[in-house]
């Protein structure tokens, strides 16, 4: 298998680098966090002037038409440049379920926004008791005469706040954990009945917990099979994984970069204490930790795009337990060889900690999915 960039991938990445250098250091990224929902709209318009939130989308659609390795190009550099812009939220969960999934009044009612960056989404999944089985859905939709009327809560929608529509798992008929019975709705997010509470999670990102009480939406605002949707939920939720692995890619990559660079300058007994053998075999354990993660993302990249469920979840899973190995070693590594320092907030390296924990518990922690490899047989 090739595993060299073909041209274009080449240049988009040149490209995708240079803006983030432009745009994105990191005292630029505490001024974004500090914007309305913790993320800027002149750095999201860039990213649509530079056809990033176009990327994966077919060129009939107005998109560029590209696949799961471009995702993976962009979400890698996301992640070395620790990007707050609700990118996962948006393109690849809320453009994932239009693309598999969508009539196509549904994407051109919605694509085009997304496209050039005036509309944001944001997934309504996760409940109280839910974690991370997605077929444990109470939100409850009944049919109402030409529409649905939904009531129920979700905890911790990514960029609920500020989106401009939610997608929100609902369950049609049956019982609480049943395969069958779940839909996919597409909810305006200023919808009458919805009540939001944000909050800042670890990473500084921004969530909020969303309520629904007899929320009103039309019988259109169903993607797929109102009464059978949980295969569309599991396709985009891995390939939000398989983006999340490559995002956790380039936090470990900047995170061995970072220390690597720390160790040549801080000295102590008068030399810098990247001289010390016992250090440097501890850096030489986290480059071969993150290269095992490297080829575990670009693995998931690959089986993102197959359309055997059962072959994909394997693969994904199986991702999914390295990198969230992988994160905690170089995680915890990082931060102890920085000494007191990494455990402050003016030290970039207790960021990319937080956002590799985040990551980890996105869609399935590493014990979850062990236990998925497990009962496939497929070794992690």
Excluded at 4 to 24: A, F, H, I, M
Excluded at 47 to 61: H, I, M, N
Excluded at 126 to 141: G, H, W
């Amino acid at each position: 298998m090739d595993f060299n960039l073909s041209e274009e991938q080449r240049l988009l990445k040149e490209s995708v680098d240079g803006l983030l250098t432009d745009v994105y250091a990191f005292d630029q990224r505490k001024k974004y966090l500090k914007e309305k929902g913790g993320w800027s709209r002149v750095v999201w318009s860039r990213f649509a002037q530079q056809g990033l939130l176009g990327l994966p989308f077919a060129e009939a659609d107005g998109g560029f038409g590209g696949g799961g390795v471009e995702t993976m190009i962009l979400m890698e550099a996301f992640g070395r440049a620790l990007v707050v812009e609700p990118y996962l939220a948006t393109v690849v969960i809320g453009g994932g379920f239009l693309r598999h999934g969508g009539s196509n009044v549904q994407k051109a009612a919605h694509l085009p926004g997304i496209i050039d960056g005036s509309k944001t989404f944001g997934f309504a999944q996760l409940e109280k008791n839910s974690r991370y089985d997605l077929n444990d859905v109470t939100t409850f939709a009944k049919k109402s005469g030409d529409g649905w009327v939904i009531d129920g809560e979700k905890f911790v929608v990514l960029n609920g706040e500020n989106a401009d529509t939610l997608i929100v798992t609902v369950r049609t008929k049956g019982a609480q954990r049943d395969s069958s019975g779940i839909a996919v709705l597409l909810v305006p997010a200023d919808a009458r009945g919805i009540s939001k509470k944000s909050y800042l999670t670890q990473d500084g990102l921004h969530a909020a917990d969303v309520s629904f009480t007899s929320v009103e939406v039309a019988r259109a605002a169903a993607i797929g099979d109102p009464e059978n949707a949980l295969p569309l939920v599991e396709r985009v939720a891995d390939d939000a994984r398989a983006a999340l692995c490559a995002e956790a890619v380039g936090l470990m990559d900047e995170s061995l970069k970072a220390t690597v660079d720390y160790m040549k300058t801080r000295k102590q007994f008068g030399v810098p204490i990247g001289s010390f053998q016992s250090l440097q075999h501890r850096a030489a354990d986290m480059f071969v930790v993150l290269e095992q993660a490297r080829s575990m993302s670009m693995y998931a990249t690959m089986a993102a795009d197959i359309d055997n469920a059962a072959e994909r979840a394997k693969a994904v899973a199986a991702a999914k337990v390295q990198i969230g190995r992988s994160g905690k070693f170089i995680g915890q590594q990082s931060i102890q060889l920085h000494g007191g320092i990494g455990m402050t907030m003016a030290a970039k390296i207790g960021h990319y900690f937080k956002r590799l924990t985040m990551i980890e518990h996105t869609f399935g922690d590493a014990d979850y999915h062990l236990r998925r490899v497990s009962e496939t047989g497929v070794l992690a």
